[in-house]
């Protein structure tokens, strides 16, 4: 894989983590969020959707196995450092954990995994012999 994708995942990453630092310590940033019921759950499920459907592509929609089955390594990426970075919510104290938001977080990577497969069977620049019988 081309180093310049590594890079761009890096700045995927760090720019997630940014926005979350950024929505615990300076909360009146994102107090729009709260107006809407269930906004912060909304903003969860979609912030990682983006970021876990950019971070597959960014990876050419490699899979690795887990268990037996096929799954995309960028999807395992962004699960594992979101699984993290929520349970150190436990630790901080201007920061709170919450299973919903966790649960919006593991929804927003599994669309954005279903798609990702419907973008790379679709779309994807697979070249195809055609064949003719005579």
């Known amino acids: 894989m081309k180093p310049i994708r ?3 995942i890096f700045v995927i990453i760090a720019v997630l983590l940014s926005v979350s630092f950024a929505a615990s310590s300076f909360p009146g940033i994102f107090s729009f969020i709260y107006f809407v019921p269930g906004g912060d ?9 983006i ?6 592509i960014l ?3 490699k899979k690795i196995k887990i268990f037996g089955h096929s ?3 960028g999807s395992m990426a962004v699960f594992i450092l979101i699984t993290f ?17 966790l649960l919006a977080n593991y ?13 790379l069977k679709n779309f994807s620049r697979k070249e195809t012999i055609e064949t003719q019988i005579p």
């Open 59 to 61: 990876l050419a929609g």
């Open 107 to 119: 929804s927003g990577i599994f669309f954005a995994g279903l798609i990702v497969k419907f973008t």
């Open 71 to 73: 799954v995309f390594a």
């Open 85 to 101: 970075d929520e349970f150190s919510q436990i630790f901080i104290s201007s920061r709170s954990f919450e299973y919903y938001d």
């Open 6 to 8: 590594y890079l761009m």
């Open 41 to 49: 759950k909304i903003g969860h499920f979609s912030i990682l959707a």
């Open 51 to 56: 970021v876990t459907f950019l971070v597959n």
